[in-house]
């Protein structure tokens, strides 16, 4: 059967694959497009079984949350490089997933995976699908979802930081802590929440520190607690001064409106992920010696 320009076009138009894959295919199913359309999903899966072993750790966080402000979700996708994060294709998959995430709340990736998303794939043969048509290994890594009667609010720093907070504080106030949180990266809400061990660890360290300073016991321990006052309020939400108004905490932000944080989620992209340094200097030599 002759493979006509029209019969590539609408191939193309289905499995949005380049013009030359769509021909091969063609070809090699003489010209049957369900058939040829077929291959190319089985090919598609082949591909991503390759790439599934390189690593991922660039990519896009993405939040949602309800008009009501009850309920929202914070998801991060990994691709290989950001030139990727920022194709419409994957940005489409992200939002496809953000949203099924809200409407559907599963509870783990893996039940996430097996979802349907708008299109009436799964998330799995969507996420497979996207690897075959940007060539790059593409992971969901992780999401939360909230439920809140205070009120939630989010912010996205670009696509690289998204936060969520969970908080009584009125959507405006809400939304400007979320940016605080963004940028100062507290690691807990307040003091209460900060595991004891970890205290003493830390206690333990600018102890052995001021042990050196040749000063009286009495002074010692009062550097200590000191320091260590400094430190937890470094690490707390309600400590750090307020991004917007250094002059106060955060703490006494909240104070002066009555409102109060139960959480907070802050997801980064590929934080905690291993990425490989690329030496192209190196690499280019390597290929030309061997």
């Known amino acids: 059967m002759a493979i006509t320009a029209s019969l590539?076009?609408?191939?193309?138009?289905?499995?949005?694959?380049?013009?030359?894959?769509?021909?091969?295919?063609?070809?090699?199913?003489?010209?049957?497009?369900?058939?040829?359309?077929?291959?190319?999903?089985?090919?598609?899966?082949?591909?991503?079984?390759?790439?599934?072993?390189r690593v991922a750790a660039d990519g896009a966080i993405s939040a949602l949350v309800t008009e009501d402000?009850?309920?929202?979700?914070?998801?991060?996708?990994?691709?290989?490089?950001?030139?990727?994060?920022?194709?419409?294709?994957?940005?489409?998959?992200?939002?496809?997933?953000?949203?099924?995430?809200?409407?559907?709340?599963?509870?783990?990736?893996?039940?996430?995976?097996?979802?349907?998303?708008?299109?009436?794939?799964?998330?799995?043969?969507?996420?497979?699908?996207?690897?075959a048509r940007v060539?790059?290994?593409?992971?969901?890594?992780?999401?939360?979802?909230?439920?809140?009667?205070?009120?939630?609010?989010?912010?996205?720093?670009?696509?690289?930081?998204?936060?969520?907070?969970?908080?009584?504080?009125?959507?405006?106030?809400?939304?400007?802590?979320?940016?605080?949180?963004?940028?100062?990266?507290?690691?807990?809400?307040?003091?209460?929440?900060i595991p004891a061990d970890f205290v003493e660890k830390e206690k333990g360290i600018l102890s052995a520190q001021a042990q050196d300073s040749g000063k009286s016991p009495e002074i010692i321990e009062k550097m200590i607690s000191g320091r260590l006052d400094k430190f937890l309020a470094e690490i707390t939400l309600v400590g750090q001064p307020f991004v917007k108004d250094p002059d106060q905490s955060v703490g006494k932000l909240l104070s002066s409106s009555g409102a109060s944080i139960s959480g907070f989620v802050r997801y980064e992209v590929g934080e905690g992920i291993e990425k490989k340094v690329e030496d192209f200097a190196t690499e280019v030599a390597s290929q030309l010696n061997g």
């Open 69 to 131: 402000r009850k309920t929202a979700v914070i998801l991060e996708i990994n691709s290989e490089t950001d030139f990727v994060a920022k194709d419409e294709n994957f940005q489409s998959f992200a939002t496809a997933v953000v949203q099924t995430l809200l409407q559907q709340k599963p509870s783990s990736v893996a039940e996430l995976s097996s979802l349907l998303i708008a299109d009436g794939q799964t998330v799995e043969a969507a996420r497979q699908a996207l690897i």
């Open 8 to 53: 590539v076009k609408e191939l193309r138009e289905r499995t949005s694959s380049g013009m030359m894959e769509c021909k091969k295919a063609l070809v090699e199913t003489d010209g049957d497009i369900e058939a040829a359309a077929e291959l190319m999903r089985k090919s598609g899966a082949a591909k991503a079984d390759k790439k599934a072993g």
């Open 135 to 193: 060539g790059e290994n593409i992971q969901v890594r992780r999401f939360e979802i909230i439920e809140s009667e205070q009120g939630i609010a989010s912010y996205l720093h670009g696509s690289r930081i998204g936060v969520l907070v969970e908080s009584s504080a009125e959507a405006e106030m809400a939304r400007d802590i979320a940016m605080h949180i963004a940028a100062a990266n507290p690691q807990y809400v307040d003091e209460s929440l």
